[in-house]
């Protein structure tokens, strides 16, 4: 997430006023509740994934034989669902490529085709690990933004993704870690 709003002061105070805000009203503890109590980091990981998916297609056997208008797929056809084109495609999402959380406000996710959105795909073979993931990362990212100000060292509008397994950077990320003085 780090690289999907360093270009973005005002969003990375946001995510960490909320998460100070929660973190100090919970006695200084990142607790269950308090990640249940963050929609803005929440929804600001959302975007990261839909930006960066981590994984940048999903494999399906077909099981019967499917008519898509009229293209007639065998049982047994192999499908690739390329999660990085359906995740930027302006059909689903206006100004695909900027970075906007608040596309995951509540309003706006209930507008939207669902499998427009597959970071750990969909349907009966999705990821059995996603809230666990989106809870990790959360706890990661607000202990992260509670004790430091992260500082992009590197110009990163010239990113570029590799495709293997998963979705990586093709270069390192530098991000410059500031300790945050937090008189008691």
């Known amino acids: ?5 360093q270009d973005y002061i005002f969003l990375k105070e946001l995510v960490r006023n909320e998460v100070s ?4 009203a919970n006695g200084g503890k990142l607790t269950m509740a308090a990640l249940n109590d963050m929609p803005y980091l929440e929804r600001c990981l959302k975007e990261s994934l839909r930006l960066y998916p981590s994984v940048p297609l999903i494999s399906r056997v077909l099981s019967e034989d499917v008519k898509i208008q009229s293209y007639l ?5 192999v499908l690739h669902i390329n999660i990085v084109d359906i995740h930027r495609d302006p059909n689903f999402w206006s100004n695909p490529n900027e970075f906007d959380p608040d596309r995951f406000l509540p309003e706006k996710i209930q507008k939207r085709h669902p499998y427009s959105y597959l970071p750990f795909s969909a349907g009966p073979r999705n990821c059995i690990g996603q809230r666990f993931a989106m809870l990790e990362l959360k706890t990661i990212v607000a ?3 509670y004790n430091f100000y992260l500082e992009p060292v590197d110009y990163i509008r ?3 993704m590799m495709t293997d397994i998963i979705t990586r950077v093709t270069r390192p990320i530098r991000t410059r870690f500031v300790p945050i003085n ?3």
């Open 21 to 24: 805000a929660v973190i100090d």
């Open 143 to 145: 202990s992260l933004v």
């Open 182 to 184: 937090r008189a008691t």
């Open 158 to 160: 010239d990113l570029r």
């Open 1 to 5: 997430m780090s690289f999907g709003i």
């Open 73 to 77: 797929l065998p049982n047994g056809t």
